[in-house]
């Protein structure tokens, strides 16, 4: 008898490994409790105006690239609407509070990496040495894990990068590594080559004491390689792969919330809100680890797994601005902007100088449209935000809050664009419409604990403790998305390959995508 397989969630993760199961010939019923499929991959309208949700770019999209190399396999590679970045600097790191447009420099991220260090050369002219030394690092931390280049990993293989620390490691790049205060400078601000090289770590919400330097170094490595736009947004994403799934004779169910997963004998039995049951041999989780445990209060848990997993600190939520433009007044801009107006420019808690004041980073960025011309039609900010700061109304439901609730989102709005138009004066006379979402939206939206960005930290302090595994201590429950493996487009998809891994056997994965290459 074929086996059955309910995929909960249809975020990436869950449609990955939807469509690989289902490819391969496993009945496979993914189930997503919201109207429209992609969790983070979701765009969404606001008058005529189109906003992603969660994934703005990608890595390593070339040919022969990482992600290119797996995505082919989804049917994700060649149907695409993809812009890629600009090359001499996909991301741009600046500084400054309170200071003139004129005054704010530029430090550019590259694409390749020799570009990546002559790009940079200009601003630290004593650092080729150093920038040398860390590409050698990033391709070191690639070449130790072989799922990042479709190899089997082997049992012997070492994992000395995530006991390392990332913050530890950009203080050795000091000339003088007993006084980090000596390391590389520009010379005409004073911002250390280091807080460069970690200026975009929004990316994986970096946190100097935490931060794995696999995790840096993976992630890093792989915009490095390539980085790309989604022309249109990253809806086309999920549209593809729930396409992809019901080619292959799987279904996917919208408006299915999930409550409750019982088990008789061999099958799970998976209740629905709306009253549905489903059978299944076998679940797989795309939601929070700990979310899921929830579900199941009638399976017999080890209490030291059920404990271990509710209590994982999970990573710093998201303030966001979305700003729809007047046509022709705002330039497109091909990259990226991690502006800083703290002298810290890690984003998780724990860091290490005190916050003078909220924002002290955002992002912003421009998102591309199909057949993207001279101006910008949206901008999006972004900000890292601690869930305490909405903890007053986490019991309260979306569209049922009470008028505090929008004070504080208006107050914290202003705080942020008043800062966005300091380091972008001429944006603030574009702008026609202006929606926010803040921790609880997130947290509403995505189903993530607390509106965490990326899920459970990865912990340099308790590796083994904040791993989680695709193969879960209940047999026949497995988990995959950002909290298998790492966050983001890459890591999603190499956690989701894991996961079917577990199913199917690695090497016969692997083997499969690498033909299609």
Known sequence: MQ????????????????????????????????????????SFKRDRYSFDTGIHYIGSMSPGQTLHNYWKYFGLTDNLDLLKMDTD?????????????????????????????????????????????????????????????????????????????????????????????????????????????????????????????????????????????????????????????????????????????????????????????????????GIHPAATLQLMKDIPIQRVFRER?????????????????????????????????????????????????????????????????EFADTAVIMAPMEFNEVMEWEDSESGARNKSYFVFKAKKAKLLLDAVYERFPVLKEAVVTIEISTPLTWRDYTGTVNGSMYGVVKDVQNPMVSKIHSRTKIPGLFFTGQNVNLHGALGVTIGSVMTCGEILGLPKILETIKKGI
């Not at 590389?184 to 280091?194: D, E, K, P, Y």
């Not at 810290?344 to 011309?373: A, C, K």
Request: glycine fraction near 10%.
């Open 89 to 285: 600097g996909f991301d741009r790191i600046s500084f400054g509070g309170n200071a003139s447009v004129e005054s704010v420099t530029d430090f550019p991220l590259a694409q390749g990496f020799a570009n990546f260090r002559e790009q940079l050369l200009p601003f630290f002219t004593d650092a080729d040495p150093v920038l040398r030394s860390y590409i050698h690092k990033l391709k070191e931390i690639t070449d130790s894990h072989p799922l990042y280049n479709l190899e089997l990993p082997s049992k012997s293989g070492s994992e000395k990068y995530s006991i390392e620390n990332a913050y530890s490691f950009l203080q050795t790049l000091s000339p003088n590594i007993n006084d980090p205060a000596s390391g590389i400078r520009h010379l005409a601000t004073g911002i250390q080559l280091t807080d460069i090289l970690a200026g975009n770590n929004f990316l994986y919400a970096g946190n100097p004491f935490t931060t794995p330097l696999s995790q840096f170094g993976l992630i890093n490595h792989s915009f490095i390689s390539s980085a790309w736009r989604l022309a249109g947004g990253s809806q086309q994403i999920a549209d593809i792969l729930v396409e992809g799934i019901r080619a292959h004779g799987g279904i996917v169910l919208a408006k299915k919330k999930v409550t409750r997963i019982s088990r008789t004998g061999d099958l799970f039995d998976i209740a629905t809100k709306d009253g549905d049951r489903f059978e299944a041999m076998q679940v797989i989780s």
């Open 309 to 373: 997993i509710a209590h994982l600190p999970n990573t710093i939520s998201v303030f966001s601005v979305y700003l729809g433009l007047k046509p022709d007044t705002f330039p497109f801009m091909n990259h990226n902007v991690y502006h800083h107006t703290s002298p810290n420019v890690w984003t998780d808690r724990g860091s290490m100088i005190p916050f003078r004041g909220w924002p002290s980073q955002f992002l912003f960025m421009t998102p591309p449209e199909n057949g993207q011309g």
């Open 3 to 42: 086996k059955k397989t309910v995929i909960i969630g249809s975020g990436l993760g869950g449609l990955l490994t939807g469509y690989l199961l289902s490819k391969e010939g496993i009945n496979v019923t993914v189930l997503e409790k919201h109207r429209k499929f992609g969790g983070c991959l979701q």
